[in-house]
């Protein structure tokens, strides 16, 4: 009964009131203030990692260091697939180095398909880049896709109009298409880009080979495409000169 007048006293409900408002907030504080000095378990880069390498665990290590010290979008997910963003297994960005005893920074990290050109670090063994001026015609309207795979035929005319015609290259792989301003045309499928370049993985031998012919008056390379790709596995493909005889005349023809 006692209980029940006290509670009917504004002034008794509003000191409770009070009370209960400061015990709350001295908690919170409470929790806030420890949260912020309590010890975080955070990676740091081991040593300098240049711009465009892989992070692999060799070259983390970890530092205790104060949740109120961490400025900025420091990444803390070294390798669990349960959280966003996790460090290992993603690259250093362009132009941008991580200095060893640096934490790692979101900004400074980006998945391998993020990067420019990146298809200049998975380059298969023995091969280079090459790079071949297309239009949007000459691919077919825009249907060479990276990963493709086409054939290279040479057609020249002689002074007799006596025509040269053959493949030259087979199952040139398809590293990347770009548009006239260096951009990967399907990169974007909201502007429409059109192809300028098409770069492709092929040998020294079939560079020297294709630029030579590149530069023959009266001469020309026609890209077809071929469905190889989709008849063989990936590692049972051969990128190969097809024609002796056309590679005969082409290196005649630089003589």
């Known amino acids: 009964m ?63 260091i104060q949740q109120i010290s961490l400025k900025g979008n420091v990444l803390t997910n070294v390798n669990n697939p349960d959280q966003p963003k996790k460090i290992i297994g993603r690259y250093t960005n362009v132009n941008c180095t991580i200095p060893a005893g640096s934490l790692f920074y979101d900004e400074a990290l980006v998945l391998f398909e993020e990067l420019p050109d990146s298809f200049l670090i998975d380059m298969p063994e023995g091969m280079v880049a090459y790079n071949f001026n297309v239009t949007t015609m000459s691919t077919y309207g825009n249907s060479i896709y990276p990963g493709n795979y086409v054939d290279v035929y040479f057609k020249g005319v002689e002074e007799n109009d006596k025509i040269i015609l ?73 990128t190969e000169i097809s024609s002796d005889d056309i590679k005969t005349y082409i290196e005649n023809k630089r003589a």
Do not use: C
């Open 2 to 64: 006692k209980l029940k007048n006290l509670l009917a006293n504004k002034n008794v409900v509003t000191i409770l009131g009070v009370i209960l408002i400061v015990v709350v907030l001295y908690a919170f504080y409470n929790w806030r203030v420890n949260e912020a000095i309590n010890p975080v378990h955070v990676p740091y880069a081991k040593v300098t990692i240049g711009p465009r390498t892989e992070i692999t665990p060799e070259m983390i290590d970890y530092v205790d």
């Open 166 to 238: 053959g493949k030259l290259v087979s199952n040139v792989k398809t590293l990347a298409v770009k548009d006239s301003s260096g951009q990967h045309v399907f990169e974007n499928t909201q502007e429409n880009r059109e192809p300028s370049q098409i770069i492709f993985a092929v040998t020294e031998e079939m560079s020297e080979l294709l630029r030579t012919a590149e530069y023959i008056n009266n001469a020309e390379l026609i890209l077809v495409p071929t469905n190889v790709s989709y008849k063989l596995d990936a590692d049972k493909i051969v």
